[in-house]
C-alpha cells in the first residue's frame, strides 16, 4: 500500500474511531463516516470489504496505542511491574480529566453493542482484550514475584479483574462526569486487594 493510500486508511480509521464512540455501530454508518472523511464510496471499499470488516480494523487500531503505552510503562527500568501498571492507568485518568471525560474506551463500548451481532469483531475484540490483559498479566505477575502482590490469586486473574473493573468504571465516569470511579478501582485493586498483607 502506497503511503498515501496509507494515510488516507488511517484518517478513516481514526475518524471512525471517533464516529463509533460517540454515536455506535448501529449508529455510525458508512455515509457519516465517508461524509465526515470527505471520501467517495468506491475509495471506502478499496480499504474494507464491508462495515464489519472496517470496524475490526478499527477495533485492532484504537487498542495498539494503548497497548504501546502500557509497554513503555512496563519497560521503564525505574518503576517495578506494580509501579509500572499504576502510572499508567493513572495517566489515563489524567487523559480523561483532561478531556472533559468524554471518551471511555471503544472496547467496552462494542463489547455491548455488537459482540453478538458480528463474529468478526466478537473474535477481534477477544483478541484486543487479550492482548492487554497479557501486558497486564506481565507486569502484575512480576510484582508478585518480588512479593509486593498477594500470591493465591494468579496475575491472569488479577489481570482481568482490574481490566473488567476499568470497564464498569469507565461507564460510570461517563455518567458522573468524574474519575472517582476510575480512582476508586485502581486504590481498591492495585493498593488493597491486589497487595499481599
Same mark, same amino acid.
Given at each position: 500500500?502506497?503511503?498515501?493510500?496509507?494515510?488516507?486508511?488511517?484518517?478513516?480509521?481514526?475518524?471512525?474511531?471517533?464516529?463509533?464512540?460517540?454515536?455506535?455501530? %448501529?449508529?455510525?454508518?458508512?455515509?457519516?463516516? +465517508?461524509?465526515?472523511?470527505?471520501?467517495?464510496?468506491? #475509495? !471506502?471499499?478499496?480499504?474494507?470489504?464491508?462495515?464489519?470488516?472496517?470496524?475490526?480494523?478499527?477495533?485492532? %487500531?484504537?487498542? @495498539?496505542? !494503548?497497548?504501546?503505552?502500557?509497554? #513503555?510503562?512496563?519497560?521503564?527500568?525505574?518503576?517495578?511491574? %506494580?509501579?509500572?501498571?499504576? @502510572?499508567?492507568? $493513572?495517566? &489515563?485518568?489524567?487523559?480523561?480529566?483532561?478531556?472533559?471525560?468524554?471518551?471511555?474506551?471503544? =472496547?467496552?463500548?462494542?463489547?455491548?453493542?455488537?459482540?453478538? @451481532?458480528?463474529?468478526?469483531?466478537?473474535?477481534?475484540?477477544? @483478541?484486543?482484550?487479550?492482548?492487554?490483559?497479557? +501486558? =497486564?498479566?506481565?507486569?502484575?505477575?512480576?510484582?508478585?514475584?518480588?512479593?509486593? &502482590?498477594?500470591?493465591?490469586?494468579?496475575? $491472569?486473574?488479577?489481570?482481568?479483574? &482490574? !481490566?473488567?473493573?476499568?470497564?464498569?468504571?469507565?461507564?460510570?465516569?461517563k455518567i458522573e462526569k468524574s474519575t472517582q470511579a476510575l480512582k476508586r478501582c485502581l486504590t481498591l485493586l492495585l493498593d488493597d486487594y491486589f497487595i499481599q498483607h
Amino acid at each position: 500500500m502506497s503511503t498515501q493510500k496509507q494515510i488516507k486508511k488511517e484518517q478513516i480509521l481514526n475518524q471512525g474511531i471517533e464516529l463509533l464512540m460517540r454515536n455506535g455501530y %448501529h449508529g455510525t454508518g458508512i455515509k457519516l463516516i +465517508l461524509d465526515t472523511v470527505q471520501v467517495p464510496k468506491g #475509495s !471506502f471499499y478499496s480499504y474494507f470489504e464491508s462495515k464489519e470488516n472496517f470496524t475490526a480494523e478499527a477495533i485492532r %487500531h484504537y487498542i @495498539a496505542p !494503548f497497548i504501546s503505552r502500557l509497554q #513503555s510503562f512496563l519497560n521503564k527500568t525505574d518503576l517495578n511491574g %506494580h509501579e509500572a501498571i499504576k @502510572a499508567y492507568f $493513572e495517566s &489515563l485518568i489524567e487523559d480523561l480529566e483532561q478531556s472533559d471525560y468524554s471518551g471511555g474506551c471503544l =472496547l467496552g463500548d462494542m463489547m455491548g453493542e455488537i459482540s453478538s @451481532a458480528s463474529e468478526l469483531c466478537r473474535q477481534t475484540l477477544l @483478541a484486543a482484550v487479550s492482548d492487554y490483559c497479557q +501486558l =497486564l498479566e506481565q507486569g502484575l505477575g512480576e510484582a508478585q514475584q518480588s512479593g509486593i &502482590l498477594r500470591q493465591d490469586i494468579t496475575p $491472569e486473574v488479577m489481570a482481568k479483574l &482490574l !481490566f473488567d473493573q476499568w470497564q464498569g468504571a469507565l461507564l460510570q465516569m461517563k455518567i458522573e462526569k468524574s474519575t472517582q470511579a476510575l480512582k476508586r478501582c485502581l486504590t481498591l485493586l492495585l493498593d488493597d486487594y491486589f497487595i499481599q498483607h
